[in-house]
């Protein structure tokens, strides 16, 4: 295209500066006389023709109208204007012309290019008429005479800009499209990576905890029937759990947009949790045997859903690994409400079997990071200086932008 264009504009220079020069090419005529018998010649070298005469200048604006063209695609709105512009001042300073017809030519292109080129379509319309209303102005000098035998060149020329038109276009539906295919395929890879962090988050953590619960059952059976009922009871409310945030999420997924239901108000899909129920994430670790300390400091802050999601993850994840990695490890929960974050820590002491994930933390890990990068939190992970992992969430508390001032209602 840029090669086209380029063509294209020099074709258009050239022809308008030869036009140029030959209205200036004068060929001195001798006399025959007046009154009288023509009377030949005499003998002797033919009549000169005096050259070109053009001004420099004018030379150079002749071949400036056209020029522009180059950059009609990447910046159609400045080169229709800087074509109009030096073909107005070409037009004051030279009269009608032969080059007429090209500076004429230069302009309609120039007016095509911005129509169908500019992302600017309000301010391309409006350049395309005032263009069009100066052209009328002056058409004496700036619009050719065209004689019959300009008709079908003309329209021709009308028929090819107008199916260039309309392959643009359609060129430019046809990459909108594929643009909408894209977005639509990150999305759902988008949604696919959400859900998979989802179901790791509660398939990991609550089999963990009922795995655990099961195994101290069975060593208790024959010994103590009342602790193995009671790890059963517990494995049972693990289940439970568990059930209730899958059904959760594949709920979600499988929930019809166009049935007008509510989905809070189906029964078998439970709240997501959130901060609020950290409290019963603890006990249900802490009845598997670790010892668990938890801390809650500040006046809570409303987060997002979102955001208070993610935070709970955190201290599901950390807790996980502990059960998973870390066999008689205490743990020690702490989060803290300020006015700007919520900052969420999990450090343990190390168990007896202590496998750590490494200084960046596991895949879980690696998913809440990005989790919390959503909503402009961080997350740090790895292991204590003396002894342990810890986990080291921060997520921003949103302001509110809708309140009033104080005293304005």
């Known amino acids: 295209m840029w090669t086209a264009d380029a063509i294209l504009a020099l074709v258009l220079a050239v022809c308008t500066v030869s036009a140029s020069l030959d209205r200036d090419a004068v060929m001195r005529v001798p006399s025959f006389g007046v009154g009288g018998p023509a009377v030949p010649p005499p003998p002797g070298p033919p009549a000169a023709v005096v050259g070109p005469t053009a001004d420099p200048g004018e030379l150079v604006l002749a071949a400036l109208t056209a020029l522009p063209l180059i950059v009609r695609r990447r910046y159609p709105l400045a080169a229709f204007w800087a074509v109009l512009g030096v073909t107005l001042v070409f037009g004051q300073r030279s009269g009608a012309s032969g080059a007429t017809v090209y500076t004429f030519l230069s302009c309609v292109v120039a007016a095509y290019s911005a129509a169908v080129h500019s992302p600017r379509r309000i301010q391309a319309l409006v350049s395309v008429l005032v263009g069009a209303v100066l052209m ?101 409310a693990g289940g439970r759990t568990a059930m209730a945030e899958l059904r959760h999420v594949m709920g979600l997924l499988t929930m019809d947009g166009d049935s007008g239901a509510d989905p809070a108000a189906d029964a078998g899909l439970a709240p997501q949790p959130g901060l609020s129920q950290v409290t019963a994430l603890v006990d249900r670790v802490r009845a598997t045997g670790v010892p668990v300390e938890l801390t809650v400091t500040g006046a809570a802050a409303p987060l997002v859903a979102g955001a208070d999601l993610a935070a709970y993850r955190v201290v599901q994840e950390a807790l996980t690994n502990v059960v998973k990695h870390a066999a008689g490890a205490t743990v020690r929960v702490t989060v803290g409400h300020t006015p700007d974050a919520v900052h969420v820590e999990v450090s343990d002491t190390g168990g007896t079997a202590a496998t750590p994930a490494g200084p960046e933390g596991g895949r879980g890990l690696l998913g809440l990071r990005e989790r919390l990068a959503v909503y402009g939190g961080t997350l740090d992970a790895g292991v204590r200086p003396t002894g342990g992992f810890r986990v080291r969430a921060v997520i921003p508390v949103e302001k509110p932008v809708d309140q009033a001032p104080e005293g304005v209602s």
């Open 136 to 236: 009328a102005v002056f058409h004496d000098e700036y619009f050719p005479y065209f004689t019959p035998g300009f008709v079908p060149f003309l329209v021709l020329l009308g028929v090819g800009l107008g199916a260039n038109a309309i392959h643009t276009w359609q060129q430019r539906v046809r990459d909108l499209q594929k643009q909408q295919e894209t977005a639509t395929r990150l999305a759902v890879e988008r949604e696919r990576a959400r859900i998979a962090r989802e179901l790791h988050d509660v398939v990991t953590h609550n089999v963990s905890v009922m795995v655990i619960q099961a195994g101290a059952a069975r060593k208790v059976m024959d010994a103590a029937p009342d602790r193995a009922r009671e790890a059963l009871l517990a494995v049972e």
